[in-house]
């Protein structure tokens, strides 16, 4: 079964950095747009960033600046690249892989936590 797995979550203090990964296994990567979403407590889950399967890019204007999406697909790796962290980051970022055709579905990863306080 397709799976994918968040690493990369922690504990960190306003301003600094965190670099956040995702392995996508037992699909064919270079077929999926590939994206970050966050969910804070008692929030909706919201997009951060995506990045497509012709390497197109989109940031939420809450992180634009601060974070960058890229993607590996030798590694079969999306990463979210995290800078001058905020309190307002904190929440659960969850990996999502969409089918770049017709008739595909949709992933999700099992969340990892990003915890921005001093």
């Known amino acids: 079964q397709v799976r994918l797995v968040e690493s990369g979550g922690g504990l960190v203090q306003p301003g600094e950095s965190l670099r956040l990964s995702c392995a996508a296994s037992?699909?064919?990567?270079?077929?999926?747009?590939m994206g970050w979403y966050r969910q804070a407590p008692g929030k909706q889950r919201e997009l951060v960033a995506r990045i497509a399967n012709n390497a197109d890019t989109y940031h939420a204007d809450s992180v634009k600046g601060r974070f960058t999406i890229s993607r590996d697909n030798a590694k079969n790796t999306v990463y979210l690249q995290m800078n001058m962290l905020k309190p307002d980051d904190t929440a659960v970022y969850y990996c999502?892989?969409?089918?770049?055709?017709?008739?595909?579905?949709?992933?999700w990863g099992q969340g990892t936590q990003v915890t921005v306080s001093s």
């Open positions: 999502n892989a969409a089918a770049a055709f017709l008739g595909g579905s949709d992933y």
């Open positions: 037992r699909i064919n990567f270079g077929d999926y747009h």
